[in-house]
């Protein structure tokens, strides 16, 4: 089952495949993830590519990706399972003559049951990849309900049974950071969190994303989306939104960045209209001291 | 090795981060799949299994760095530092301030500094941290500092300020350089140095700890947690730093105050759309469909003292405003010190906080007459002209210390506007033992607030926003056990 993932380095370059281009620091986490049998809680800015590294890693490991989309209101019919009742009513207006012992029998089977994804990926017979994104949307109750998924691999049904996991998914949950996730849920994952990252590998990263992107581009893209970073923004540009703007200079087939062009196609990397006007002006904005010179 | 963990979780509880036993097992259970050789793989498995906080990283950091810094590996890295010590041996004691090193051996470093920084030579950096500090900082042995002294002296020596001037000049001859290229130099420079400033914090520390063993030194270096910095004194770097994490605090807040239904959530029942959906299953109705209620809007005023003597908190305070101007479609904010104005507007979204921040300080009128704190003025004032605009769906938050200059605190408009708003809270920067001390008035207001909370620090504003969980009928349990004293 592991054979995939040999050592942290192995996970970097199968990773890397794929273009996702981990650090150190993820690879090793990765690779315990593996070993240990543990999920994993990215957590970082929005657009740092937190999603990317599950599905690139289901991709690295060959396994199919099972994604749950976490979001206010989820519940266990939405996340576990249900029992398709439609079908039930179906099934007992279809054989009135049964008794009731075997049809009750009947109807509390696996056929009647409509499996979610994080059952899904318990019952699953080939290993897969577990995706539980955004995962501090859904209410501090909810979060409860994958517990006992996240750290024994099985789901309770009353009327069944407990399901355990054949085979154990490697789980990655994401989180945005928009509220404190439970210390109940933080205890049972390892912790990864993804920053924006360096200059040198924001380069690498958009020299896999980007087609036909030149190297001198690249890099004058990282160190400007870098340098827009400092500015106190509303929203600092991601590295989705960097290789947005990287698409769009290739498209316009800029060569080199001037300053009006960046200032003409600011509005891919920002989404506010403050943050573009204050990036603008000081990017038009003349030579400082050093006029002279 | 176990004992070394053992005693790394150690100084982590003591630094505040909360590391379970569970936790402490896990990270026993990651090593046996980490490469110790790898410091970076190492350091990613003690980080990722101990730390489950971004906002304790930092001082996980630390921690690690002191707890650590003798195993660090690197071809020849301890081979050569070796020598070095020795050889400075006799030469350091009789050092002492005056930093006798040779001013040739200094613009030697100098000049490696500059061809490090220009060329980007990680390598060179960390040679080039490692004998500054060897020459530069003086270090003397058995001394308790916590190495920020030390750093200070080298880098003072080396005017790292002048060569990043020097190498802009150098870079950027060319006249055409756009004020573009020249911004983009700046900063690639800028985080060179910072790396070399990392660089000479590293070594010096790894010094310390060679001379006084990692306890003593991680106890001196130990700093307190962000959520636990005192907010009446908090640095402007680390007033950046909570204006980053309090984004999520506020959506929080306005969760808690919209006082969402959690068990009822389901509304009326819709008639129709059951009927409707009852044709599907032959006329049963099986499903029943409900009407979802509308969470109701919060609205909220928020009143915060600007005054001189809370300038540190004040900035804090505004930064909670800021943040929570975009969660909240109905925020009214006002800054006051003896006068009271709105500054709502300041604050509306896409507005930089900096810039804001300017415009309180220009153009809202909180000041009425000597600029010392009245409340009991700014209260008069606010219920004159914002009274009418109170309803019961209201929620008052004022930050405060409310010290009056022993002036009249008017504790009969504050039950006025208590009993028109849904409730009022007051968060008092200032230890609850203070309170009531000197021109402190806190108990005027205390008896017709929902709660009075003492807020020193981002965790106090945690538990504050948690509290307002409680359901309504026992929000007075909010109520913090706080009696004003018998003589007031």
Request: net charge negative.
């Amino acid at each position: 089952m592991t054979v995939a993932l040999p050592d942290p380095a192995a996970v970097r370059e199968g990773l890397r495949r794929f273009n996702y281009l981990a650090d150190d620091r993820i690879a090793q986490v990765v690779f315990l993830a593996d070993r240990l049998g543990k999920p994993i809680l990215v957590e970082g800015p929005a657009g740092v590519g937190k999603t990317e590294l599950a599905k690139a890693l289901a991709a690295v490991a060959g396994r199919r990706l099972i994604r749950l989309q976490c979001y206010e209101g989820l519940d266990e019919s939405k996340a576990l399972y249900e029992w398709n009742y439609k079908k039930q009513l179906l099934r007992i207006q279809a054989d009135t003559g049964a008794a009731w012992s075997e049809l009750e029998e009947d109807i509390f089977s696996e056929e009647f049951l409509l499996p979610r994804p994080l059952l899904e990926a318990i019952r699953s017979s080939d290993p897969v990849v577990l995706l539980i994104d955004e995962v501090d949307r859904v209410e501090v109750e909810t979060e409860a309900l994958m517990l006992e998924v996240l750290s024994d691999f099985q789901v309770s049904i009353p009327e069944l049974g407990t399901v355990v996991a054949t085979t154990r998914p490697l789980v990655v949950l994401t989180s945005n950071n928009t509220r404190e996730l439970s210390e109940a849920l933080k205890r049972r994952c390892l912790f990864l969190h993804i920053g924006y990252p360096s200059v040198e590998r924001e380069k690498e990263i958009l020299l896999a994303r980007v087609e036909g992107l030149s190297d001198h581009l690249a890099d004058q893209i990282a160190r400007l989306v870098r340098s827009v970073r400092n500015f106190q923004l509303k929203k600092p540009p991601s590295v989705s939104e960097s290789i947005d703007w990287a698409r769009t200079l290739l498209e316009l087939g800029v060569e080199e960045i001037e300053p009006t062009t960046a200032r003409d196609t600011l509005h891919v990397l920002l989404k506010y209209q403050n943050d573009i006007e204050k990036v603008s002006r000081d990017l038009t904005a003349a030579r400082p001291d050093t006029a002279g010179a | 090795m176990l004992g070394l963990l053992t005693g790394f979780i150690e100084e982590l509880r003591a630094a505040g981060i909360p590391v379970s036993m569970v936790e402490a097992i896990d990270a026993a259970e990651a090593l046996r799949f980490t490469d110790l050789e790898d410091r970076r793989a190492f350091k990613a498995t003690l980080g990722s299994t101990l730390v489950k906080n971004a906002r304790h990283y930092e001082a996980f950091e630390t921690a690690f760095e002191v707890y650590f810094a003798l195993v660090r590996p690197g071809p020849g890295d301890d081979a050569d530092a070796e020598p070095e010590q020795t050889r400075q041996a006799q030469p350091e004691p009789s050092d002492g301030g005056s930093g006798g090193g040779g001013d040739a051996d200094l613009d030697a470093l100098i000049e490696a500094l500059r061809r490090a920084l220009s060329e980007g030579d990680q390598g060179l950096l960390r040679a080039v941290a490692r004998r500054s500090v060897v020459h530069l900082a003086g270090m003397e042995k058995g001394r308790p500092v916590g190495g920020t002294y030390y750093l200070y002296r080298t880098l003072r020596r080396l005017d790292v300020d002048r060569i990043l001037a020097e190498l802009l000049e150098a870079a950027g001859a060319s006249p055409d350089m756009t004020a573009l290229e020249e911004r983009l130099l700046r900063e690639e420079f800028e985080e060179r140095i910072e790396d070399f400033r990392e660089e000479v914090r590293a070594e010096i520390r790894r010094r310390l700890v060679a001379d006084r063993g990692r306890e003593a030194v991680a106890k001196t270096l130990r700093r307190p947690l962000l959520e636990d910095t005192d907010l009446m004194h908090a640095s402007r770097e680390e007033l950046a730093r909570l204006g980053q994490v309090i984004h999520p605090l506020t959506r929080k807040l306005a969760s808690r105050l919209a006082q969402r239904r959690r068990r009822g959530r389901r509304g009326r029942l819709d008639f129709r759309r059951t009927v409707r959906r009852s044709l599907s299953t032959g006329g049963v109705p099986l499903e029943p469909q409900f009407r979802t209620p509308r969470p109701t809007k919060p609205e909220v005023f928020l009143l915060c003292d600007v005054s001189g003597s809370m300038a540190t908190f004040a900035r804090f305070a505004l930064q909670f405003v800021y943040a929570m101007s975009s969660q909240f479609s109905k925020l009214r904010s006002f800054a006051f010190v003896d006068g009271i104005d709105e500054v709502t507007a300041f604050f509306e979204a896409g507005s930089a906080f900096e810039v804001a921040l300017e415009r309180v300080g220009s153009e809202a009128e909180v000041v009425w007459l000597d600029g010392h704190s009245d409340y009991g003025h700014v209260l008069a004032q606010f219920w004159e002209r914002y009274g009418a605009e109170l309803t019961p769906r209201s929620t008052v938050i004022l930050t405060g210390d409310a010290r009056n200059n022993y002036r009249d605190a008017r504790g009969d408009i504050m039950a006025a506007i208590a009993g028109i708003v849904r409730a009022v809270y007051w968060l008092n920067p200032e230890p609850q033992a203070y309170w009531d001390t000197g021109d402190s008035v806190m108990s005027a207001y205390a008896g017709h607030c929902d709660g009075v909370f003492e807020v020193r620090n981002l965790r106090q504003l945690e538990s504050f926003v948690e509290g307002l969980a409680l359901p309504r009928g026992r929000i007075g349990g909010l109520r913090t056990e706080w009696k004003p004293a018998e003589f007031r």
